[in-house]
């Protein structure tokens, strides 16, 4: 059993992931041959400096209206304006400070929104062509929230990496050089020592709150994981009266969260109280030393309103700094769980150069194919069958046979781990996935269906079909008489996975897509067996229709829906025990004959 590791081990891999979550996104403020993001940048650093400059210069002249109105001005450098001006000076330089901030997230809304969509979209495409085997694993709930949490970090990121970090550290040296040349260096030590607590303080602080943080989000991924789940079963629930014990479980998941999240809130109060304890005392030494300047005539009110009015200026940006480097550190940990995402490799993936498949007839052949989802635990042990052109090839066998592998490794859902699985000759691993996608049309046991109109989900057999090529698929499937009863026709939603759709009208649906798609291979995964007898008899003419001038493998349950197969395979433990026509393994009186007679039973007792 490897060792824990230790708490430095964990902060070493914190700095390597920040700093490689910071690699990812730089590029997105300088992107090479978009000359018109750079623009941005550059004119929002622009409005950046000239906010701080003038943010730097206020404070002079509201010194300069108090010493007007005190009588304390000197005579000698005496403005043109009266206090009156001054002040109305100050309220418009106050304004212009405003007006460049906004200026610059004006400037540089439109940069961190394309950075959004495009990691967005780069995440999203990324998901899609990671295997089957990985979302089998995953759960969709705390996939969603990785996503979201990490996609809505990347603008806060790119606005503060750039527009909080060099600013802070460009008012505060420009603030300490007025307090050493303006006043003396005893000024400038304070702020210097408070500045370095501060900074010291909330680092540490924050780096402690970063840990409980992570907790409360790994919490809060449970629980919304639990909810996604419980509502994506809500039949189930119901059929078991369970309402009480998923609330329950759902109840435990968020005691959890609370518990991280009261963390969160205390340790939040103690980092604002410190940081209003330092800068207090800062404020107060500074204030005490220009109080007694006054009263030693060496200083006016009016420097004594520049001293507060300076360290109340860099008390704000100070604040922010705590927030700011919360709210990084909580990015880098969001984005760092997204980027690790990113760098999940897919299991499939397109050889260099690889070509189209080329289908001239559609004929599958297995030579010799070995796979398992766990190489401990082998499923298919050295398959050989072929399924020429244009014709129907059957596989049964009990469950665990390993029927349905065939199906994903035909969709190349996998890769074998031996042997090789071709098409017309060609090996798959050497054509391109979406050349192998568009050859091959699936009606599985489930239809799923997505939660939009009849139209989108037929349609989704092929995006650019007419409407008319639409109704002739759902004319096919005989479902179109259906549909236009509906008050809606075919622009009536489905709701969520096909639920408002009876299991009979969904399998039409599917059967509608996958005519529309035309495909010159079929595999029909017991696209029949979830159905009522009377229903499944309607289908299966349909579906032999649809087999017609196509190359079939259906891959069934009830022996009744195959028995005019070409040929009929039974698998047995991951390898093919018998294989010919129905009557021929009938007479064969064999592994398929003993299926076929216990079948033949349990439809005579269904019958009684």
Known sequence: MPPRPTTADLSRLDREKALRTIRRVGPYLWPKGESWVKRRVVLALLALVLAKVVSVLTPFLYKAAVDRLTGQ???????????????????????????????????????????????????????????????????????????????????????????????LVLELTLVAGIFFFVFDIRYLAIVVVTIALYVWFTFKVTEWRVQIRREMNTQDTDANQKAVDSLLNFETVKYFGAEAREAARYDRAMEGYERAALKTSYSLAFLNFGQS??????????????????????????????????????????????????????????????????????????????????????????????????????????????????????????????????????????????????????????????????????????????????????????????????????????IHDFIVSLPQGYDTAVGERGLKLSGGEKQRVGIARTLLKNPPILVLDEATSALDSETESVIQDELKAMGEGRTVIAIAHRLSTIVDADEIVVLEAGRVVESGTHDALIALNGRYAAMWARQLRGEDLEAA
């Open 277 to 478: 304890f330092l800068i207090t005392a800062g404020l107060v030494g500074v204030m005490v030393l220009a109080a007694r300047g006054v009263e030693a005539g060496a200083l006016t009110v009016g420097d004594f309103v520049m001293v507060n009015a300076y360290m109340i200026q860099i008390t704000m940006p100070l604040n922010f700094l705590g927030t700011v480097y919360r709210e990084i550190r909580q990015s880098l940990v969001d984005m760092a769980e997204m980027f690790d995402l990113l760098e999940q490799p897919a299991e499939v993936t397109d050889k260099p150069g690889a070509r189209d498949l080329q289908v001239r007839g559609g004929r599958v052949d297995l030579r010799d194919v070995c796979f398992g989802y766990d190489p401990e635990r082998p499923i298919l042990r050295g398959i050989s069958l072929s399924v020429p052109a244009g014709r129907k090839v059957a596989i049964v066998g009990p469950s665990g046979a390993g029927k349905s592998t065939i199906g994903r490794l035909l969709f190349r859902f996998y890769d074998v781990t031996d042997g090789a699985l071709l098409i017309d000759g060609q090996d798959l691993r050497d054509v391109t996935q979406d050349s192998l996608h568009a050859a091959i049309g699936v009606v599985p046991q489930d239809t799923v269906l997505f939660n939009d109109t009849i139209l989108y989900n037929i349609a989704y057999g092929r995006p650019d079909a007419t409407r008319a090529e639409i109704e002739a698929a759902a004319k096919a499937a005989k």
């Open 73 to 167: 001005d000197d005579p000698a450098t005496m403005l043109a304006v009266g206090a009156i001006g001054l002040t109305v000076a100050y309220g418009m330089a106050r304004l212009m400070n405003v007006g460049f901030q906004q200026l610059r997230d004006a400037i540089f809304a439109r940069v961190a929104q394309r950075a959004l969509r495009r990691l967005a979209l780069v995440t999203f495409t990324h998901i899609h062509n990671l295997s089957l085997r990985y979302h089998m694993t995953r759960k969709t709930g705390g996939l969603s929230r990785i996503i979201e949490r990490g996609v809505k970090g990347v603008e806060f990121l790119l606005r503060f990496l750039l527009f909080s970090i060099g600013p």
